[in-house]
């Protein structure tokens, strides 16, 4: 009985703390190659630099703070 208990309470903490997780901000890269914006999580590679940002959104629209 006590190991059941045990488990419910690991995996009520597992859950409560992806609940409150925050989303990964997003930023605009551009293009080293013919100066495309792309808006994305995490750069897309080698020929990209960071544009501006971060954003609260995937389309880059709705400024972010640091850190958030």
Same mark, same amino acid.
């Given at each position: 009985?006590? #190991?059941? @208990?045990? %488990? #419910? =309470?690991? @995996? &009520?903490? *597992?859950? !409560? =703390?992806? !609940? %409150? =997780?925050? !989303? *990964? /901000?997003?930023?605009?890269?551009?293009?080293?190659l $013919?100066?495309? &914006?792309?808006? +994305?999580? #995490?750069? /897309? +590679?080698?020929?990209? %630099?960071? $544009? !501006?940002g971060?954003?609260? $959104? *995937?389309?880059?629209? #709705?400024?972010?703070?640091? +850190?958030?």
């Open positions: 009985m006590k #190991t059941n @208990l045990g %488990i #419910t =309470a690991v @995996l &009520l903490f *597992a859950v !409560s =703390a992806v !609940s %409150i =997780a925050a !989303s *990964a /901000p997003w930023y605009q890269w551009k293009s080293k $013919d100066g495309k &914006l792309f808006c +994305g999580q #995490t750069k /897309p +590679g080698d020929g990209w %630099i960071q $544009d !501006s971060p954003y609260k $959104d *995937a389309r880059c629209s #709705t400024p972010g703070k640091p +850190g958030e």
